[in-house]
């Protein structure tokens, strides 16, 4: 199973970026998604998290800002980021709890950096 995160880039404050994840190889099942971030020099952190009932969760410094999101038949985990400030820059990774008929495994994709100039 593989992770492939887009949609990084340099954008002013204010602006806006979405980030795909999308999930390939044998997946029989998948629960929680979700987006991290690790600013230079800070832990990783959760920045949003979409279950399979689609219930989400944020960080309260994102909350109103960006939105989560997920497309099941397509394995495809997305993150709509809004009003973003300076203090938004990091690379983003994406997360995903992927099970075969016994066991459930987390599995990370290979981080995308969000750069916001102020």
């Known amino acids: 199973v593989q992770l492939q995160a887009s949609g990084g880039g340099l954008v002013q404050s204010g602006g806006s970026l979405r980030l795909s994840c999308a999930a390939s190889g044998s997946i029989l099942r998948m629960n929680v998604m979700g987006w991290y971030r690790q600013a230079p020099g800070k832990q990783r952190e959760l920045v949003a998290a979409?279950?399979?009932?689609?219930?989400?969760n944020y960080a309260n410094s994102v909350k109103g800002r960006f939105t989560i999101s997920r497309d099941n038949a397509k394995n495809t985990v997305y993150l709509q980021m809004g009003s973003l400030k300076p203090e938004d820059t990091a690379v983003y990774y994406c997360?995903?709890?992927?099970?075969?008929?016994?066991?459930?495994?987390?599995?990370w994709g290979q981080g995308t950096l969000v750069t916001v100039s102020s």
């Open positions: 979409i279950a399979s009932g689609d219930s989400t």
């Open positions: 997360n995903a709890r992927i099970g075969d008929s016994v066991f459930w495994r987390d599995y």
